[in-house]
């Protein structure tokens, strides 16, 4: 039991009719708390419409193909999927996390600070690929984040409330997370949320491109993890020959790099598309910049 749940219960507790009450409250807000988010949980049931403008920054997890996965197996097995996915994402949080919403193949954290968002993130999708291979699963989670105002607060009415994180941050970060499918990559960060986290981890992470997402009009950087090896030395190469319009040499290294880039071919495969699409397009008004319009 924590420090909050102690110095809850203590409090609560001091007087004996008054104990009883204060016992049921404390039940009310300990299985409240299984449910949402332990700010509401502590506060209820006192909490209010309200709201409450902040900066945070949101990482947004996914099982990918979990369509193909349900659609695969029983519902009681892809109920448990989903519960060791939940579990580990809870056990590895960060103290200073908030699980902010679950939503089904879905999970949604957010936190005050960017460099702890992203190297919590990574650990709790290295927890995950464990997890997973430790019950023969061959299940990936993919992550997406990214730093900006968010709506912190209960909407609803009198009748239904619901305690939401809403914003251009949480839109933006589940951007982020679908972009992973088309990079073929398990973690990306927008360049906004690199920024605020700060030199040491601007240098681990390596911008793969230029993203304007949909339903957003301002582009984004987007930066993944490095992978070992050669791979990313020839893709930096590649990328600095495309922001510079030298695009058959871009394209000649990208096609090499589809030959020996094993589980991510298929994205050197569309950078070489790319590059011979673009090389047509006049010099003003090339931007490239790369248009993602799937959620």
Request: glycine share 8%; proline share 1%; net charge neutral.
């Amino acid at each position: 039991m924590d420090g909050n749940y102690l110095q809850l219960t203590s409090t609560l507790l001091m007087t004996g009719a008054v104990g009883i009450v204060a016992w049921d409250d404390y039940r009310v807000r300990k299985t409240l708390e299984r449910y949402t988010n332990l700010d509401v949980a502590l506060n209820a049931p006192d909490v209010k419409l309200e709201k409450d403008v902040k900066i945070k920054t949101i990482s947004f997890l996914d099982v990918k193909g979990f369509t193909t996965i349900a659609s695969k197996f029983k519902a009681d097995y892809v109920a448990s999927i989903l519960n060791t996915f939940s579990q580990t994402v809870s056990e590895n949080l960060d103290k200073s996390g908030t699980f902010a919403n679950f939503l089904g193949d879905g999970i949604m954290l957010s936190y005050d600070d960017a460099k702890i968002a992203v190297e919590n993130t990574t650990k709790i999708l290295n927890s995950l690929e464990i997890a997973f291979r430790s019950v023969d699963l061959s299940i990936k989670v993919t992550a997406g984040i990214h730093t900006g105002d968010i709506f912190i607060g209960t909407v609803g009415n009198n009748r239904r409330m619901d305690y939401a994180f809403i914003g251009d941050a949480a839109n933006t970060a589940s951007r982020m997370q679908s972009l992973c499918g088309y990079y073929d990559e398990k973690i990306i960060i927008s360049g906004d949320t690199i920024k605020a986290a700060g030199t040491e981890i601007e240098s681990r992470f390596f911008q793969i491109d230029t993203v304007r997402v949909k339903g957003r009009e301002a582009a984004l950087k987007v930066f993944s993890e490095p992978a070992p090896g050669g791979i990313y030395a020839g893709y930096a190469s590649a990328l600095s020959h495309y922001r510079t319009r030298r695009f058959d040499d871009a394209k000649a290294i990208f096609v090499n790099l589809s030959k020996i880039g094993g589980e991510k071919s298929g994205i050197f495969e569309r950078w070489a598309a790319r590059c011979e699409q673009e090389k047509n397009i006049p010099a003003k008004d090339w931007t490239g910049i790369f248009t993602h319009s799937s959620k």
